[in-house]
């Protein structure tokens, strides 16, 4: 039979062809009327008939004019010279069957019932012995044809699987097993590798795919899949496999564990940078020292809070130990084992504090070249201490309350949460009410740091406290700067105990260690304030609060225009004061000190 492919006709057909398909030679249905449902698998047979010039197929059903099916076997072949005609030959099945069924009778009757016995036993021991070899390999093996049915399943494969030979043999293995990728994706036959094998003799390793069993679950498998030929004919292909889901879950859950070390190992470094840190940095004193009422109630509720995980908001003028009450907070607590992480929220450039604070993914910005954990993240399982927390940027100060209110911290650059559990100690310099006033602090992040308030006294609330801070601070810096400790005279501690401190603390240990390094005849040697002597005016023998305010408002614009306006730096405001240079922004912007105010020459502020 002739067939112009290109329009679905049949251009001539034998008399045998036309009796086979019942068709009329004069007027030819179309030829897809005659392949009805087996359509797919006669384009699959036209393609091997272009790959291989010509081709023969059994699995192509056809029926005949009047719809009966018929068991052929198809043999094509393209005519090299007329593009689009195909030269089809048909064979009855049933017809050869019935003469091999003659033939193979007439070599019974000529060999004898004894030799077609001997032959029979030949072939089953034959058969035998493959299946036993076969099934006694540890890997799956299964056979397909030249049409991609199964012909043989050994039992690994099938106990790897979960189906019988019987649910395989003769069925469609990659519709059966191969059907679509672990992601869910159809498997398109032709994408196959296996089908590569048995229609266009290639061997193909495969390292990572899935075989579905027939309960619906995957299984990982790595596989070979080679040719099979019978006399230089390609029949089909052999494929063993194996499984290797375990060998995958056990690699995946390596991974995950190296990932796991490699950011504790990143954490570990973060913490041990921030804690060499903190030694370097030594602080005044390490206990809360005095006896004074204010003392005595600020240890009590560092004393009634501390075995809590409650937030505490630790509000006082710089310089009065509020970093000195959140290590004691920390160190009295249940988390004492894991670090303090003190975080100084206006020390940091305002682009780099989410960064500091929330962590980074390598590339979330311009130079961030490596993963990093954020102060957050340091802190888990411990405490977070953030001082100056109205220094935080606004929209700083909403992410830091939702990660708060969440207990999870997301890094920069990244898309994964990561669980936290920490403690958060805050303090501030300012009234908390006039910071929200001034919108440096949000209403919503200070009602939920300050569920436990602890405020620290000025040291001129509490003037009984100086011999004893005093005495602490010069034994401390004697040791340190390796010299004798002098005498503190009578007349001294009166000055230092008349003198108002504006720089409280801070200030005192800044005399003290001073005049450890002056005094050089046995007697400390302070240098104090102006009218030292007589610090303290008035009939009550006190100076009003405005009258104090404006002291130090008057002394740091005489300060600032010493310095040229500068402040951090050597020869800078911050260092002639003895302050840091982040208390000297803030006491700048809470006066409202800019440079018209200085009158400043060149420098910067």
């Known amino acids: 039979?002739?067939?112009?492919?290109?329009?679905?006709?049949?251009?001539?057909?034998?008399?045998?062809?036309?009796?086979?398909?019942?068709?009329?030679?004069?007027?030819?249905?179309?030829?897809?009327?005659?392949?009805?449902?087996?359509?797919?698998?006669?384009?699959?047979?036209?393609?091997?008939?272009?790959?291989?010039?010509?081709?023969?197929?059994?699995?192509?059903?056809?029926?005949?004019?009047?719809?009966?099916?018929?068991?052929?076997?198809?043999?094509?072949?393209?005519?090299?010279?007329?593009?689009?005609?195909?030269?089809?030959?048909?064979?009855?099945?049933?017809?050869?069957?019935?003469?091999?069924?003659?033939?193979?009778?007439?070599?019974?009757?000529r060999a004898g019932l004894g030799e077609w016995k001997r032959a029979q036993t030949f072939f089953a021991e034959l058969e035998r012995g493959n299946q036993l070899i076969l099934n006694a390999a540890g890997e799956g093996i299964y056979g397909v044809n030249a049409q991609g049915e199964a012909t043989f399943v050994n039992r690994a494969a099938q106990e790897m699987l979960g189906w019988t030979s019987e649910d395989l043999m003769g069925e469609n293995m990659h519709s059966k097993i191969h059907h679509h990728h672990l992601s869910g994706d159809v498997y398109a036959a032709h994408d196959c590798p296996i089908y590569r094998s048995f229609r266009f003799e290639q061997v193909h390793r495969i390292e990572d795919e899935v075989f579905w069993r027939k309960d619906g679950k995957p299984i990982r498998v790595e596989y070979v899949s080679t040719p099979i030929y019978d006399q230089k004919v390609l029949v089909g292909a052999?494929?063993?496999?194996?499984?290797?889901?375990?060998?995958?879950?056990?690699?995946?859950?390596?991974?995950?564990?190296?990932?796991?070390?490699?950011?504790?190992?990143?954490?570990?470094?973060?913490?041990?940078?921030?804690?060499?840190?903190?030694?370097?940095?030594?602080?005044?004193?390490?206990?809360?020292?005095?006896?004074?009422?204010?003392?005595?109630?600020?240890?009590?509720?560092?004393?009634?809070?501390?075995?809590?995980?409650?937030?505490?908001l630790i509000t006082g003028e710089t310089g009065t130990g509020k970093a000195l009450v959140a290590t004691s907070i920390h160190k009295d607590s249940a988390r004492r084992k894991r670090p303090l992480i003190h975080f100084k929220c206006g020390s940091v450039a305002p682009d780099a504090v989410e960064a500091e604070l929330f962590g980074q993914m390598r590339g979330a910005f311009v130079g961030a070249l490596r993963d990093r954990p954020g102060r957050l993240e340091l802190a888990h399982g411990g405490t977070l201490f953030l001082d100056d927390v109205e220094e935080l940027p606004s929209e700083v100060q909403g992410r830091l309350l939702q990660t708060l209110t969440a207990g999870a911290v997301t890094r920069l650059g990244d898309t994964r949460a990561r669980s936290l559990d920490l403690r958060v100690i805050a303090a501030t310099t300012t009234d908390p009410d006039r910071a929200v006033a001034q919108d440096r602090l949000r209403e919503d992040l200070l009602l939920h740091l300050s569920v436990f308030p602890i405020h620290c006294r000025p040291l001129r609330d509490r003037r009984e406290d100086i011999p004893a801070l005093a005495a602490h601070m010069l034994d401390l810096a004697c040791r340190r700067l390796n010299r004798p400790v002098p005498v503190i005279t009578e007349g001294t501690m009166r000055a230092m105990v008349e003198y108002d401190w504006p720089g409280n603390v801070r200030e005192l240990r800044n005399v003290v260690e001073r005049g450890a390094i002056v005094s050089k005849g046995g007697k400390l040697v302070v240098e104090l304030g102006a009218d030292t002597t007589n610090a303290r005016r008035g009939t009550d023998g006190f100076r009003p609060e405005a009258e104090m305010q404006q002291m130090i408002r008057d002394n740091l614009i005489a300060c600032l225009r010493e310095t040229g306006g500068r402040v951090s730096g050597a020869a800078g405001a911050a260092e002639m004061l003895g302050l840091p240079a982040t208390t000297v922004y803030s006491r700048m912007r809470k006066f409202g000190i800019d440079r018209a105010a200085l009158g400043a020459r060149d420098g910067t502020a």
């Not at 010279?81 to 048909?90: F, H, K, S, T």
């Not at 063993?240 to 470094?269: G, P, S």
């Not at 041990?272 to 005595?296: K, V, W």
């Open 1 to 109: 039979m002739l067939l112009d492919l290109r329009a679905d006709r049949i251009l001539s057909a034998n008399r045998a062809a036309a009796g086979l398909l019942a068709i009329e030679p004069g007027n030819p249905p179309a030829f897809s009327r005659l392949v009805g449902r087996s359509m797919p698998r006669f384009l699959v047979f036209l393609q091997e008939v272009e790959h291989r010039s010509e081709a023969w197929t059994r699995s192509v059903r056809l029926s005949n004019a009047d719809g009966e099916g018929l068991g052929l076997e198809l043999r094509a072949r393209l005519l090299p010279d007329e593009p689009g005609l195909l030269l089809l030959v048909l064979l009855d099945l049933s017809e050869l069957a019935r003469r091999a069924e003659v033939i193979e009778a007439s070599a019974l009757q």
């Open 238 to 312: 052999v494929v063993i496999f194996r499984d290797i889901t375990e060998r995958k879950e056990n690699e995946r859950k390596l991974r995950e564990a190296l990932d796991e070390v490699a950011a504790l190992r990143d954490r570990l470094e973060q913490e041990n940078a921030y804690l060499q840190e903190t030694i370097t940095t030594e602080r005044a004193h390490h206990d809360i020292i005095g006896t004074s009422a204010p003392i005595r109630q600020l240890v009590r509720r560092v004393e009634l809070v501390a075995e809590t995980d409650a937030t505490v």
